[in-house]
């Protein structure tokens, strides 16, 4: 195990720094740009559920372990692409004039 982080060290360096400035963006985006910005990542995330789709298909019928993380992908991708446009949408009806 120790040897996989030794070959790629530079990589996951990388991830981690991507995840710190990943949360320090988001947690200073001001709430008036919340709904595009969840638009955006809805589009994204509908791109990943395509991915891991095709990624699926093309595994091996015995290698379950890809079978698997695929399968989880597709789920965890589209329950975020449902909650998110549950959360736009919510927040969309708060700015509507009440009758």
Do not use: C, W
């Not at 320090?24 to 809805?42: F, R, W």
């Not at 091996?60 to 909650?83: E, S």
Request: hydrophobic residues 60%; charged residues 10%.
């Amino acid at each position: 195990m120790s040897e996989f982080f030794l070959q790629n060290q530079q990589l996951i360096y990388i991830v981690v720094l991507s995840v710190l400035l990943g949360i320090e963006v988001i947690s200073n985006v001001p709430a008036i740009l919340h709904t595009p910005l969840m638009s955006g990542a809805n589009a994204i995330h509908g791109v990943v559920i395509i991915g891991a789709i095709i990624v699926m298909g093309h595994a091996a019928p015995d290698d379950y372990l890809a079978l698997i993380l695929g399968f989880l992908a597709v789920l965890l991708g589209t329950l975020n692409v449902v909650g998110g446009f549950v959360v736009t949408n919510r927040m969309l009806e708060m700015f509507k004039k009440k009758k």
